[in-house]
């Protein structure tokens, strides 16, 4: 478990590690550099539980204090944690079973429900795709995703991938693809915790992050693809974060991961990095800006000639939703300049199913005791 700054919830957190079934478990806490009150709550909870081990870092990012979390696990088997998440009482009992009865499997996790920041459950079990289903030829990639705060992983496989590398924001995705290589990924359908979201979460911070997430997960891709290739892989050096948060958009962004890339990589990274904003401005908590719209409209319309077909109506879906999102949120320039004039009609049905549609959510939320919509 790294955290950083995690006051307000690392002590839950450690207590439902605390209360696994398993009971003959190591607790490796890494503080990257908190600056509030996390460390004191953690040496307290390490006073009183020999199994907890807490490391003391500068602040260098999720990517080497996992690592760094990593080198001192002398366990067959390692499984993560989130400083801000919780894991059912039987998570590690499950898991553990799971993997002695399938041991061409390197990594397991399993199906989570969301909490807010109070710590209120909401929402129904959500289960993953396949891993097996995972396609790094589709726009956007299908991933061999699995809920990373809930993964258990054997650690020889870890190690023999190279751990964690600076795939920033996406190291999860670049990891999957690499234990890909070495054995299978499976996610269960028991239910193994609760999946924190709040206001301060990365994913969840702004359409900047979200940018570069889309960047970073389709390079993973398109490094998962050259080594399955036998071609020479991508790098992603430390340095890259700073060059992305000097950029201010999306084409930037993409001008910036295409340095090293060849030319229909380049035009594939443009087009796969566009249709996975759009999928997250889908349930995350921000829109296209209006300097991206052209860019992932054009890289997009270039794209579908080289789709499936299923892949060609996922794509034109996506495109029409978020238009029909930016109109109904009043950015209809924005929207006017996301959608090809051919779609108009479908935006224009969707934005009128919303509108319709909108009392109707407005009352649902508040039965169910759920803040109102914003006006």
């Not at 499976?186 to 900047?208: A, F, W």
Request: charged share 25%; with cysteine.
């Amino acid at each position: 478990m790294s955290v950083y700054n995690g006051a307000k919830t690392i002590e839950s957190a450690v207590a439902s590690i605390q209360a696994q079934t398993v009971r003959d478990i190591r607790i490796i806490v890494v503080n990257d550099g908190s600056t509030d009150g996390t460390r004191p709550i953690i040496e307290c909870l390490a006073a009183a539980d020999p199994r907890i081990l807490l490391l003391n870092r500068e602040n260098s990012g999720i990517v080497d204090a996992a690592n760094a979390g990593l080198a001192f696990c002398t366990s067959d088997i390692v499984a993560r944690l989130d400083a801000d998440d919780i894991a059912l009482p039987d998570r590690f009992e499950k898991q553990l079973r799971y993997l002695e009865e399938h041991p061409d499997c390197v990594a397991v996790s399993g199906a989570i429900r969301h909490m807010d920041e109070a710590g209120t459950v909401f929402g129904p079990v959500l289960h993953f795709r396949s891993a097996d289903l995972a396609d790094p030829t589709w726009y956007p990639q299908r991933e061999p995703y699995l809920a990373h705060p809930f993964v258990m992983m054997r650690r020889e496989a870890v190690e023999t991938v190279g751990r964690y590398r600076h795939v920033i924001y996406a190291e999860d995705v670049d990891l999957y693809w690499r234990l890909q290589e070495v054995g299978r990924l499976s996610s269960m359908p028991d239910l193994l915790g609760y999946y924190r979201m709040h206001s301060e979460s990365v994913s969840s911070t702004s359409v900047r992050n979200g940018r570069v997430a889309a960047v970073n997960s389709q390079r993973s891709g398109l490094s998962a693809m050259r080594r399955r290739a036998n071609r020479p892989d991508l790098a992603f050096p430390t340095t890259a974060q700073r060059d992305y948060e000097q950029a201010r958009s999306l084409e930037n962004m993409v001008a910036l991961g295409s340095r090293d890339l060849e030319a229909n990589e380049a035009e594939r990274l443009a087009a796969s990095a566009s249709a996975k904003l759009l999928e997250l401005t889908s349930y995350r908590p921000y829109e296209l800006e209006f300097e991206d719209c052209a860019f992932v409209r054009d890289s997009i319309m270039r794209a579908l000639p080289r789709m499936t077909e299923e892949n060609r109506k996922y794509s034109i879906r996506m495109l029409s939703g978020a238009a029909a999102r930016l109109a109904a949120r009043g950015k209809l320039r924005a929207s006017q300049r996301l959608a090809p004039v051919h779609l108009y009609p479908g935006v224009a049905l969707r934005l009128a199913v919303r509108i319709a549609g909108r009392p109707i959510q407005r009352t649902a939320r508040r039965l169910a005791g759920r803040p109102d919509f914003a006006k």
